[in-house]
């Protein structure tokens, strides 16, 4: 069973840290996306913890904090794949003011703080619970919208034909090499797959339409 009022808590605490933020403050876009990418991916992490008998109310809390760390400016690569252990140090007063057992905020933590590239600043035990925060985080970078994202952000419509074809045939073979990506639990491989499968139908019907815009076949 869900506790309401702990989620209640942390999306109150996760929107005053961005509400809060001078750099998000300056950057209005950034914070509606990361509100936005935060929610999606707790309704997947929430989906997961159902399926897969996790406590839903620790998944929840801790896939709305996975990003929090950008209510700070990042101003290169080392502190981008550092935003998972910097999520964590923010998150944990936050989670010990919340009485949470010791045991369950490390699992939060740790799931935070590796959600990125794998490695946390403390030891704690690998979990399924704490790698699935990773996995939430990774099949809602497959979602529709990111389709329409992807292609408005590299300019596909303005792009040349040629240039068209040469994307849309180096993404579907990133994503079919994609497709067989280890998942913490059963259930997040079913939606990783679904999610997969959906893009590759949709670059493909691109590539077959691409290829039937310049001469008869």
């Known amino acids: 069973m869900i506790n309401t009022e ?10 005053d840290t961005f509400n809060n933020s001078a750099y998000l403050q300056e950057h209005p876009d950034e914070l509606t ?7 999606r991916v707790a309704n997947i992490g929430k989906q997961i913890a159902e399926a897969e008998g996790f406590n ?4 929840i809390i801790a896939c709305l ?13 080392e502190q981008r794949m550092d935003h998972g252990r910097m999520a964590a140090r923010i998150a944990r ?3 010990n003011d919340l009485a949470l057992p010791s045991e369950c905020i490390n699992d939060i933590l740790y799931g935070i ?15 399924p619970f704490a790698e699935s925060i990773s996995d939430a985080d990774n099949i809602d970078r497959f979602d529709v919208y990111r389709i329409y994202e992807t292609l408005e952000y590299n300019a596909f419509s ?5 240039d068209k074809t040469h994307m849309v045939n180096s993404t579907l073979e990133r994503l079919k090499g994609l497709r067989d ?10 939606l990783w797959q679904q999610r997969i499968d959906y893009y590759i139908s949709f670059y493909d019907r691109l590539r077959v339409q691409l290829e039937s815009s310049s001469a008869l076949l």
Request: glycine share 0%; hydrophobic share 40%.
């Open 181 to 190: 990506l280890r998942q913490a639990t059963q259930f997040a491989a079913i």
């Open 33 to 39: 996306y990361r509100l936005e990418h935060s929610y």
């Open 56 to 59: 839903s109310t620790h998944m």
């Open 113 to 127: 703080a590796i959600h990125v590239d794998d490695e946390a600043d403390f030891e704690w035990k690998r979990t």
């Open 65 to 77: 904090l996975h990003d929090i760390s950008y209510c700070q400016e990042m101003c290169n690569k």
């Open 6 to 15: 702990l989620i209640r808590k942390t999306e109150d605490f996760l929107k």
């Open 93 to 95: 007063p936050f989670l």
């Open 158 to 162: 303005k792009l040349p034909l040629a």
